[in-house]
């Protein structure tokens, strides 16, 4: 029962990948627009102080303007939002250095890429402690940084020395977190959720049963890995949790209805054409975008899958999954 005294223990993260859609309040966004090329958004970066990885991966995370231009130059790959690897900040237990990391690690990321925001755009890292602070942050870099909105990897961890605790995990779909909430509606942005030890599904459950959409309407939060596989189970999940309203479940709807009008999903790493056709019947190709997952997943692979699609898909759904979804999403020609 998601709603229950677990809910708050069922948050949110795409991997918990908030994707804030781009303020109204920053200038009109000069970038690759080249009519054909892919965009992708769900693709990681990390700064030295972070970095777990080793080798070539270790290297393809700290890059930006080496292979992983190249790459998108030879794949065919307008632009690329950039967000710190996971966990990021949603790793760090202690509320103070988790505030200054998220500082540096979005001013770093703003001044990597500051010499090319033609290609590059970013997704702001962001403690989750406390909702205020985390609300404050956002608005930073969104208005004063640039940035197209915030990423939020799973749950908080707050155990001490950064375990993982159950009983210590922050969620973000209780009301204390509305105040967060409301200053992503009020940036205009969309949140990418993104997931670090395949909970995501849960969280993003906790998110409707708990009422976040009903109590924010116009919340955009977009989930990675094909919906982490709630669409495939939209049937089942909608009638199990039918039965949990007289309980006192505060979902006003359903999770059909919110993957319509709040949620949408990335193919990062499901480059399944059968899964894709399923979930285009179940929530439209309106609410799917496309997204690698670099440098857990090599570019090639996902272009080589996205082209070929070309047999399944009609030429404007296929450029609408390509980049016209995320254009509008991210409001990349606003």
């Given at each position: 029962?998601?709603?229950?005294?677990?809910?708050?223990?069922?948050?949110l993260?795409?991997?918990?990948?908030?994707?804030?859609?781009?303020?109204?309040?920053?200038?009109?966004?000069?970038?690759?627009?080249?009519?054909?090329?892919?965009?992708?958004?769900?693709e990681?970066?990390?700064?030295?102080?972070?970095?777990?990885?080793?080798?070539?991966?270790?290297?393809?995370?700290?890059?930006?303007?080496?292979?992983?231009?190249?790459?998108?130059?030879?794949?065919?790959?307008?632009?690329?939002?950039?967000?710190?690897?996971?966990?990021?900040?949603?790793?760090?237990?202690?509320?103070?250095?988790?505030?200054?990391m998220?500082?540096?690690?979005?001013?770093?990321?703003?001044?990597?890429?500051?010499?090319?925001?033609?290609?590059?755009?970013?997704?702001?890292?962001?403690?989750?402690?406390?909702?205020?602070?985390?609300?404050?942050?956002?608005?930073?870099?969104?208005?004063?940084?640039?940035?197209?909105?915030?990423?939020?990897n799973?749950?908080?961890?707050s155990?001490?020395?950064?375990?993982?605790?159950?009983?210590?995990?922050?969620?973000?779909?209780?009301?204390?977190?509305?105040?967060?909430?409301?200053?992503?509606?009020?940036?205009?942005?969309?949140?990418l959720?993104?997931?670090?030890?395949?909970?995501?599904?849960?969280?993003?459950?906790?998110?409707?049963t708990?009422?976040?959409?009903?109590?924010?309407?116009?919340?955009?939060?977009?989930?990675?890995?094909?919906?982490?596989?709630?669409?495939?189970?939209?049937?089942?999940?909608d009638?199990?949790?039918?039965?949990?309203?007289?309980?006192?479940?505060?979902?006003?709807?359903?999770?059909?209805t919110?993957?319509?009008?709040n949620?949408?999903?990335?193919?990062?790493?499901?480059?399944?054409?059968?899964?894709?056709?399923?979930?285009?019947?179940?929530?439209?190709?309106?609410?799917?975008?496309?997204?690698?997952?670099?440098?857990?997943?090599?570019?090639?692979?996902?272009?080589?899958?996205?082209?070929?699609?070309?047999?399944?898909?009609?030429?404007?759904?296929?450029?609408?999954?390509?980049?016209?979804?995320?254009?509008?999403?991210?409001?990349?020609?606003?």
């Amino acid at each position: 029962m998601f709603y229950s005294n677990r809910l708050p223990q069922v948050l949110l993260v795409l991997h918990l990948c908030f994707a804030f859609i781009l303020s109204p309040f920053a200038q009109a966004r000069v970038w690759n627009n080249t009519g054909t090329g892919t965009i992708v958004f769900e693709e990681a970066w990390t700064i030295p102080e972070l970095l777990t990885a080793t080798g070539t991966l270790a290297a393809n995370l700290l890059d930006i303007h080496n292979q992983r231009l190249t790459q998108m130059d030879q794949n065919g790959i307008d632009y690329m939002v950039l967000s710190c690897a996971s966990p990021c900040i949603q790793g760090i237990s202690d509320p103070a250095v988790a505030k200054a990391m998220a500082v540096n690690v979005n001013n770093q990321l703003a001044s990597q890429i500051s010499n090319n925001t033609f290609r590059f755009g970013a997704f702001a890292a962001l403690s989750m402690h406390n909702a205020s602070e985390a609300a404050a942050e956002l608005k930073r870099a969104v208005q004063e940084l640039g940035f197209l909105g915030g990423l939020v990897n799973d749950y908080q961890q707050s155990g001490e020395n950064n375990a993982f605790k159950l009983d210590t995990l922050i969620y973000y779909d209780q009301p204390s977190f509305d105040v967060f909430w409301k200053m992503v509606i009020e940036l205009d942005v969309p949140a990418l959720h993104k997931n670090s030890l395949q909970r995501l599904s849960s969280h993003i459950l906790g998110l409707c049963t708990n009422g976040v959409f009903d109590r924010f309407p116009q919340l955009k939060i977009i989930v990675g890995h094909l919906g982490e596989r709630i669409p495939s189970d939209l049937v089942r999940i909608d009638t199990q949790l039918l039965r949990q309203l007289p309980l006192g479940m505060p979902m006003l709807l359903n999770v059909t209805t919110y993957f319509h009008t709040n949620l949408y999903e990335t193919t990062s790493g499901n480059f399944a054409t059968p899964l894709l056709q399923l979930h285009i019947d179940t929530i439209g190709l309106d609410r799917i975008l496309y997204s690698i997952d670099y440098p857990f997943v090599d570019i090639p692979s996902g272009t080589v899958w996205v082209n070929g699609l070309d047999e399944v898909l009609s030429p404007e759904d296929l450029l609408n999954l390509k980049r016209g979804a995320a254009i509008e999403l991210l409001k990349l020609n606003s």
